[in-house]
């Protein structure tokens, strides 16, 4: 087939991509042993592909393999689960250095700008304080903290979010709902990264929690594309896993107050913005 049709139907896109929903199906069945060598031989795919091939979304979707690898085979240190998620991690931040050092996306689509943080900074909290109490209605899972410890409380708060926030959100947002924007289109781009995103939660062997993170996917894509900063759905992000595992636990009757309280404060500033804009302007 000749190079143009491949283009235009994204015959080399939707290989990979289906590799990795295979792989992610078959974790959700139960058979991890199975979808490891899928896993693998797609990263060999992209790898061997993207020296051969000009294609940044090579680069991108190869971060997807790489991570589920590293999260399978990264041994067990800490009988707390919580100590477990920075050595899970802290591994992606080499790939993602040499995908920003190579410019395979460049730091201003990466959203590595702290431009607009305080802006939507309420709006950050309140989707991710509302995104957390959604998931622990979906999975009700156990506090990832023992006897309220605060040591272990503000391990969580900074593993949430400089860890797991950050490095799901640069390879999901900034990477590759980027270059599938720029290759099938904004929303097209929007939905695939989503769903995407919600099949990499396929450890938890449930469709419900599939369907709530790819909806959370749409979310966060949203809040990046209006922010184009790393920085807001990262906190975004990281806030929602703090919700989930700390503070819907401990006492989720305050959460509508926070959830609407930053709303409305966002909205405010959003107001008081274009009045002030538009005051200047005359």
Known sequence: MKAENVERYYLDLMFPVFLIMLAEVLIFLGNSDAAMP????????????????????????????????????MPVFFHLTLYSYALVYAPMFIPIYLI?????????????????????????????????????LVLKPQMLTVNNDPWEILVLVLTMILFVGVVEEFVFRSSLQTVLQERIGLAAGLVLTSVIFGFMHSGYHLPLELIYVTLAGLAFGLLFWISKSLPVIALAHGITNISLFLLVPLNQEILPYLIIGLLLLFLFYAHALKRIRAHFAI
């Open 100 to 136: 920003l050092k190579d410019k395979f996306i460049t730091r201003e689509e990466a959203g590595l700008t702290s431009e607009g943080f305080w802006f939507y900074l309420p709006l950050a909290l309140s989707l991710g304080l509302a995104l957390g109490w959604g998931e622990y």
């Open 38 to 73: 899928v896993h693998a031989f797609n990263l060999i795919f992209l790898s061997l592909s993207s020296i051969y091939i000009k294609n940044r979304t090579y680069p991108a979707l190869m971060l997807l393999p790489l991570f589920r690898l590293l999260n399978v085979a």
